[in-house]
Nanobody, 126 residues
Framework: QVQLVESGGGLVQAGGSLRLSCAAS??????????MGWFRQAPGKEREAVAV????????DYKDSVKGRFTISRDNAKNTLYLQMNSLKPEDTAVYYC?????????????????WGQGTQVTVSS
């Protein structure tokens, strides 16, 4: 069982930066046994994967539109997932969620993630 709590969202001007955090409370197994990801959902759109990271943190994958601007990382000792977002654009505006899955390899499929946080709003003004 995993409980996830996101933080760090807010209002920022285009070109600015934000760092999102996702604190995990885990029972029955350790945080390091979960593949993790960041996802976002804009009004009227489906939830989409932004970045995912393997259990040990060595393998990552990103949505094409955020490559070079966003960086996903994790600290397994602190049970925390991060998303550093730089050069933000208005089209990055959305509710951002972290998700956890038991799959061995990182996956960009939202259907594979069974645990979700409540989300944090990111708004980028032009």
């Amino acid at each position: 069982q995993v409980q996830l709590v996101e933080s760090g969202g807010g209002l920022v001007q285009a070109g600015g930066s934000l760092r999102l955090s996702c604190a995990a409370s885990v029972s029955g197994r350790t945080f390091s046994t979960y593949t993790m990801g960041w996802f976002r959902q804009a009004p009227g759109k489906e939830r989409e994967a932004v970045a995912v990271i393997s259990r040990g943190g060595t393998n990552t994958d990103y949505k094409d539109s955020v490559k070079g601007r966003f960086t996903i990382s994790r600290d397994n000792a602190k049970n925390t997932l991060y998303l550093q977002m730089n050069s933000l654009k208005p089209e990055d505006t959305a509710v951002y969620y972290c998700g956890a899955t038991s799959t061995l390899l990182p996956t960009m499929s939202t259907l594979r993630y069974g645990y979700w946080g409540q989300g944090t709003q990111v708004t980028v003004s032009s």
